[in-house]
């Protein structure tokens, strides 16, 4: 199972980044899909999340109106697309690949993961 990110970098505040998640190993179109991120001294927290129709997503309150999840089961690539950083979104990013899209939405260990990304939002 391999889950690899990419997409991060430096943006100032208000701008944009797009984070891809390309996965390989296993069948992409059975599993919910996610994203967490991890600031220096923070505790993991979950994002986004999607549902294995994609019919169902999760923001965290503080991304809500700004991020949006999506993903191409045909590419087997999740996104999440960043609008309006704010200097508190600087963190790693991870991607994540489970069965139960309700640990994902609870912030609970979720399967496979990924490497992070870092995005840098500067003020």
Known sequence: VQLQASGGGLVQSGGSLRLSCAASGFTFDDHAVGWFRQAPGKEREGVSCMSISGGSTYYADSVKGRFTISRDN????????????????TAVYYCAAGTYYTRCVRGLDFGSWGQGTQVTVSS
């Open 74 to 89: 045909a590419k087997s690539t999740v996104y999440l697309q960043m609008n309006s950083l704010k200097p508190e979104d």
